[in-house]
C-alpha cells in the first residue's frame, strides 16, 4: 500500500497498519516445526538444514518445514555437528505434500469429458 493510498484512510486505520508487523518480511520466513513448536530456519538445500544452535535442541524424528503459512515438506530428520553457531540436521527422507486427495480406486484414462443432460 503506498503514502497515497494510506491518505484516503481513516486515522484509527492508518495508525493500526504502522503498528502491524511487517508482512512482506514475515511471509518468506522458514520454519520447521517440531511437534507444537517452530524453529527458524538459516540455511535449507536437498541434503538438510540449520538452525541457530541456541535456539533448537538436538531435534530428530518427523518434522514439517513451512515457507510463511505454506508447507513445503515433511522430512524425517537426524541430527549432525554442530557447525560454528548453527546446528545442521540432514534428510533421512522427504515427503512433498499433497495437492489433491487421494483416491481410494484407480484411475483410467478413458473417462468422459462431460455428461449431457436429458431434453
Same mark, same amino acid.
Given at each position: 500500500?503506498?503514502?497515497?493510498?494510506?491518505?484516503?484512510?481513516?486515522?484509527?486505520?492508518?495508525?493500526?497498519?504502522?503498528?502491524?508487523?511487517?508482512?512482506?518480511?514475515?511471509?518468506?520466513?522458514?520454519?520447521?516445526?517440531?511437534?507444537?513448536?517452530?524453529?527458524?530456519?538459516?540455511?535449507?538445500?536437498?541434503?538438510?538444514?540449520?538452525? @541457530? #544452535?541456541?535456539? +533448537?535442541?538436538?531435534?530428530? *524424528?518427523? &518434522?514439517?518445514?513451512?515457507?510463511?503459512? !505454506?508447507?513445503?515438506?515433511? @522430512? #524425517?530428520?537426524? +541430527?549432525?555437528?554442530?557447525? *560454528?553457531? &548453527?546446528?545442521?540436521?540432514?534428510?533421512? !527422507?522427504?515427503?512433498?505434500?499433497?495437492?489433491?486427495?487421494?483416491?481410494?480406486?484407480?484411475?483410467?484414462?478413458?473417462?468422459?469429458?462431460?455428461?449431457?443432460?436429458?431434453?
Amino acid at each position: 500500500m503506498t503514502d497515497d493510498d494510506m491518505f484516503f484512510l481513516p486515522r484509527e486505520a492508518r495508525e493500526s497498519l504502522a503498528r502491524a508487523p511487517d508482512r512482506e518480511a514475515s511471509a518468506g520466513r522458514m520454519r520447521v516445526q517440531v511437534g507444537e513448536v517452530w524453529y527458524p530456519i538459516t540455511a535449507l538445500d536437498e541434503d538438510g538444514f540449520e538452525v @541457530a #544452535l541456541n535456539l +533448537a535442541p538436538k531435534l530428530r *524424528g518427523l &518434522v514439517e518445514i513451512h515457507e510463511g503459512p !505454506r508447507l513445503l515438506r515433511s @522430512a #524425517l530428520i537426524v +541430527a549432525m555437528d554442530p557447525v *560454528g553457531d &548453527v546446528m545442521r540436521y540432514a534428510f533421512k !527422507r522427504t515427503t512433498a505434500p499433497r495437492t489433491t486427495a487421494p483416491l481410494d480406486y484407480e484411475r483410467t484414462g478413458d473417462l468422459p469429458s462431460g455428461y449431457l443432460g436429458a431434453t
